[in-house]
């Protein structure tokens, strides 16, 4: 069953400026669609003010505004509460995967159960639910960019 926010992860190593533009991109896009729009980010602790004022740059270069406080992004101290965090999260309909970090971006893929998802980038298409819900244990839609 899918009860999971569409979850958008950065770790310390990816590349902060251009994957949050892709953020707000699939944000503005798609928040009709709450399947695969970003819900909620999570961010290491020495990153969030730069993502917060990464986001409000690009929201604001794509709608002439500064974003509403409507995207909470949280900040994640290490991969142990990073880990917490998704814990809560029950099952994603979407995880989207900011980092350069093989190992990191194998261990989320690996470890969280999730609907669709992206590494470096994030879906504008929705996935089809109908088929994808049932199979969402057994495999998982994952676009590599």
Same mark, same amino acid.
């Given at each position: 069953?899918? =009860?999971?926010?569409?979850?958008?992860?950065?770790?310390?190593?990816?590349? !902060?400026?251009?994957? =949050? $533009?892709?953020?707000?991109?699939?944000?503005? !896009?798609?928040?009709?669609? =709450? $399947? #695969?729009? +970003? /819900? !909620?980010?999570?961010?290491? *602790?020495?990153?969030?003010?730069?993502?917060?004022? %990464? @986001?409000?740059?690009?929201?604001?270069?794509?709608?002439?505004? /500064?974003? +509403? $406080?409507?995207?909470?992004?949280?900040?994640?101290?290490?991969? /142990?509460?990073?880990?917490?965090?998704?814990?809560?999260?029950? %099952? +994603? *309909?979407? !995880?989207?995967? @900011?980092?350069?970090?093989?190992?990191?971006?194998?261990?989320? #893929?690996?470890?969280?159960?999730?609907?669709?998802?992206?590494?470096?980038? =994030?879906?504008?298409?929705? +996935?089809?639910?109908?088929?994808?819900?049932?199979?969402?244990?057994?495999?998982?839609?994952?676009?590599?960019?």
């Amino acid at each position: 069953m899918i =009860t999971g926010r569409a979850v958008a992860v950065f770790d310390a190593t990816a590349e !902060l400026d251009k994957n =949050t $533009e892709k953020v707000v991109k699939a944000w503005k !896009l798609r928040a009709d669609l =709450t $399947e #695969i729009a +970003p /819900e !909620l980010v999570l961010v290491p *602790a020495c990153l969030r003010d730069s993502f917060v004022k %990464n @986001f409000n740059k690009w929201h604001r270069r794509k709608n002439g505004m /500064e974003a +509403p $406080e409507k995207l909470p992004v949280i900040a994640y101290n290490d991969d /142990e509460e990073l880990k917490r965090l998704l814990g809560r999260e029950k %099952n +994603p *309909a979407a !995880l989207y995967i @900011f980092s350069k970090d093989a190992i990191m971006k194998e261990r989320l #893929i690996s470890d969280i159960p999730f609907l669709t998802g992206c590494i470096n980038g =994030t879906s504008l298409r929705p +996935p089809d639910l109908r088929i994808m819900k049932a199979n969402l244990l057994k495999e998982k839609t994952l676009t590599m960019k």
